[in-house]
């Protein structure tokens, strides 16, 4: 059974720093890219960052320079380093994972207060 378990949110002052983890498990099928997304109330669920196998990037505009999504292949980990927070950068983030299909994470709360 696939599970996908999200750690690490939490609520912290503007400019601070917070670490996400996500640890996948039970996949039958190799690992292709991890993500993670968030969504704000109100607001559409968007990409924040994303990481293929071999260790390319992508980012948000919103989020270039001050996020870093890593990954531990052997342990089918995905982690995003957040720095310099802002109140924006609240929403419920989301891991995403691409096998044979995408599986997503049940969410955690990141709340940044001003």
């Known amino acids: 059974q696939v599970q996908l378990v999200e750690s690490g949110g939490g609520l912290v002052q503007a400019g601070g720093s917070l670490r996400l983890s996500c640890a996948a498990s039970?996949?039958?099928?190799?690992?292709?890219?991890m993500a993670w997304y968030r969504q704000a109330p109100g607001k559409q669920r968007e990409l924040v960052a994303a990481i293929a196998t071999g260790g390319s990037t992508k980012y948000a505009d919103s989020v270039k320079g001050r996020f870093t999504i890593s990954r531990d292949n052997a342990k089918n980990t995905v982690h995003l380093q957040m720095n310099s927070l802002k109140p924006e950068d609240t929403a419920v983030y989301y891991c995403?994972?691409?096998?044979?299909?995408?599986?997503w994470g049940q969410g955690t709360q990141v709340t940044v207060s001003s």
């Open positions: 039970g996949f039958i099928f190799s690992i292709n890219a």
């Open positions: 995403y994972v691409v096998a044979n299909t995408g599986y």
